[in-house]
């Protein structure tokens, strides 16, 4: 696991005063991170400038970069990721990913983060340090999730990949949005039950080819609209006429 492998490195080579506060800092902040639970209530809100500033307080000349966030991480679907650790868990569904992604890349930027403090401004205390990272773990629950997105994940119907990002067709289908989208470019129907114009939004901006048929259909059922019936209607075409 990374964070055993980032625990053991930065604990390595230190050579300046107070090497048993040092050891001992660790050890209880290991410790203490590996207890931490994501807060009950999780406000909806950015983390990031509130991260940003608590790291600014601990290490002040931190670049950026080296600030935990994972923001983009969190909206991968299973097959975008490229760590074969993420790729496992979201097999399992959306909070084994939060987890993994905590243990892989939240928990090492933190002993990192907290080395770099130490080698820099000396002493750290522990509680300072499980702020900040309880604000880190919060911030990977911090969106409002749909209740779905933690259940067992499915798979898309398309390309048969599990999915957490479902996108709902109007007939209650649910699909990976890029692989109804790509669907829809040559046949603009619910794969599963061929519901037509699955994606009500998208009526507007079909222009296919493939759809002209539905388009007809679709414009004589506006003129019955407009004149009671069809009859009606083409009496008045020809009236035009
Ligand atoms: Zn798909
Ligand atoms: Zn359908």
Redesign the pocket.
């Known amino acids: 696991m990374k964070d055993e492998e980032t625990f053991g490195s930065v604990l390595f080579n230190y050579r300046r005063p107070n090497l048993t506060e040092f050891m001992d800092f660790f050890v209880q902040f290991r410790q203490q991170l590996n207890r931490l639970e994501p807060s009950d209530i999780v406000p909806i809100l950015s983390f990031r400038q509130s991260i940003l500033d608590q790291v600014a307080q601990l290490v002040p000349h931190c670049d950026e970069l080296e600030v935990p966030y994972f923001h983009r991480l969190v909206f991968l679907e299973p097959g975008e990721f490229e760590d074969e650790d993420l790729q496992a868990a979201a097999e399992r569904g959306h909070g084994a990913v939060l987890q993994a992604i905590w243990t892989e890349y939240g928990k090492p930027k933190l002993y990192l983060l907290a080395r770099t403090a130490w080698d820099t401004y000396g002493r750290q205390t522990v509680a300072h340090w499980i702020k900040l990272a309880q604000k880190v773990l919060d911030s990977l629950y911090g969106d409002h999730w749909p209740n779905t997105i933690f259940e067992t994940p499915n798979d898309?119907a398309?390309?048969?990949?599990t999915?957490h990002w479902a996108e709902k067709t109007v007939c209650g289908h649910v699909?990976?949005l890029?692989?109804l989208l790509r669907h829809m470019n040559t046949n603009n129907t619910c794969p599963i039950c061929r519901h037509r114009r699955p994606l009500l939004y998208d009526a507007a901006a079909d222009s296919d080819d493939s759809d002209s048929e539905e388009d007809d259909s679709d414009s004589d059922y506006s003129v019955e609209m407009e004149f009671g019936n069809l009859d009606e209607a083409e009496e008045a075409e020809e009236e035009y006429e």
């Open positions: 898309c398309i390309c048969l990949q999915m699909f990976h890029h692989c």
